[in-house]
Each structure stands twice: as structure tokens, then as C-alpha cells.
């Protein structure tokens, strides 16, 4: 399948619809990782209407959204779902309106991790409509490390070092989210960098 546009064991966020039995579509806010060009890893909790939908079909559509007020919207449930799907032709199930992409997924394997339920599924087809827009965590915490990293820098320059340990947390907590969302990847070395760089600016 054409996943060129997902890197691989980086988390994004994107919007997954599942059916019920009855066919009523259900929209969630939701975790996805590419493994392979076939296989994407979802990690819904046990007790979503997620995870509900996909024990009984064992099927449901991600949709490549960053439309931060309209992810906004369906988490905080403030919009009625089908006001807001398409129906695409060669694509079986809706989308949400004006994805970039959408893929569709089967459950292949699936295992229990605390609340959580790791899901493999296997990705039966892609839509590609124009260059799609996967959001991940990754990139915008790397930023924010980088500039609380020159935050930090000139306030030990003006000896203000109870500013500077006052913002450490922050970057500890992008750290933090870099190592959640790209686990082992060259995301990680460089948040490792920064975070290096900022431990030897205060010490
Ligand atoms: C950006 C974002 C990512 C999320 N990722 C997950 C996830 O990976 N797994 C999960 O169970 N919930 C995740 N959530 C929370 C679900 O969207 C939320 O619990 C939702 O209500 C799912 O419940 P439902 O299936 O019952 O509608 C995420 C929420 C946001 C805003």
C-alpha cells in the first residue's frame, strides 16, 4: 500500500470511525503508528466505543486530518458525525469531510496492554486526495525544546538562573512526548541532544 506519507514507529493523531452492528458511526480522536506498508498499530482503551465497535467489525476508517477545530469538535462532542462524513466513490465506508487521506483497516491481531488493547490491523485500501497532512506530536515538541533551550541560554547569559530552572520542566515534558510518540527513531537522539545541551547550560 502507498503509506509514503506516514513515517514509520512515529505516532500520529488522526480521526478513526468505526460502525456499530447497527451502522451508526462512531468518531474518535486516535494514536496511530505505521510498523510496515501494510500495517498500522492502534491503541484504543477497553472501555471506548472504539474498541466495542471494532471487537463486533472488526473494521474502521482513519482519517489523515490536522483541522485542529474540527478534531476539537468531535472530541469534545459538539457536532452531530454525520454532518460531517463523506461519502467518497471506490471507498467503501464514510470519511470525515475533506480528509487528505483515509485508510481503510481490518483487525488482524489484537492484545490486551492494561487498560489498553494493542490492535494490528492490516491496511485493506488507501485514499490519497491531495499531499496528505499526518499531525504527530513529534515535530512541534522538538521545537518547543528547542526553544525553551534558547530561553533557558539567555537567562543564565543575564544570571537569571531561577527563570532558567523554572522552565526545565517544560522541556522535560517535550522530552517526554518526543520518547512517547517516536520511540527508537532519529526523533529521539535528536530531543536526547537538546535536552543534553539544556542539562549543560544550567549546570
Ligand atoms: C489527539 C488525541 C489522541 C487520542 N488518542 C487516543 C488513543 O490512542 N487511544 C484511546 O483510547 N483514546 C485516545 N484519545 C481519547 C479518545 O479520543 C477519547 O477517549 C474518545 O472519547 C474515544 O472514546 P469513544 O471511542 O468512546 O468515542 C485521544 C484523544 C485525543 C484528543
Not at 469534545?76 to 460531517?84: Q, Y
Not at 471506490?90 to 488482524?108: T, W
Not at 494493542?118 to 513529534?138: F, G, Q
Not at 528547542?146 to 538562573?161: A, D, G, H, P
Request: hydrophobic share 40%; aromatic share 8%; with cysteine.
Amino acid at each position: 500500500m502507498n503509506l509514503y506519507f506516514l513515517e514509520e514507529n512515529i505516532i500520529y493523531e488522526g480521526i478513526l470511525l468505526t460502525r456499530s452492528l447497527n451502522g451508526s458511526i462512531n468518531a474518535a480522536a486516535m494514536g496511530y503508528m505505521k510498523i510496515d506498508d501494510s500495517h498500522i498499530v492502534i491503541k484504543p482503551y477497553i472501555n471506548t466505543k472504539t474498541y466495542k465497535n471494532l471487537t463486533e467489525t472488526k473494521r474502521c476508517t482513519l482519517c489523515i486530518i490536522d483541522d485542529v477545530k474540527l478534531i476539537t469538535n468531535i472530541v469534545l462532542k459538539r457536532l452531530d458525525i454525520d454532518s460531517v462524513v463523506e461519502i467518497v466513490s471506490d471507498f467503501q465506508d464514510p470519511i470525515i469531510l475533506g480528509s487528505r487521506a483515509a485508510l481503510m483497516l481490518s483487525v488482524e491481531s489484537e492484545e490486551l496492554i492494561g487498560e489498553w488493547v494493542e490492535i494490528k490491523c492490516k491496511v485493506d485500501n488507501v485514499l490519497i486526495r491531495e499531499s496528505p497532512n499526518p499531525y504527530s506530536r513529534v515535530k512541534s515538541a522538538i521545537i518547543e525544546m528547542l526553544i525553551y533551550y534558547t530561553k533557558i541560554k539567555s537567562y543564565v547569559e543575564s544570571n537569571m538562573i531561577h527563570e532558567a530552572l523554572s522552565l526545565i520542566n517544560i522541556v522535560k515534558h517535550n522530552f517526554n512526548i518526543v520518547k512517547k510518540t517516536s520511540f527508537g527513531t532519529v526523533y529521539e537522539d535528536i530531543a536526547e541532544n537538546i535536552l543534553n545541551e539544556v542539562l549543560k547550560v544550567v549546570k
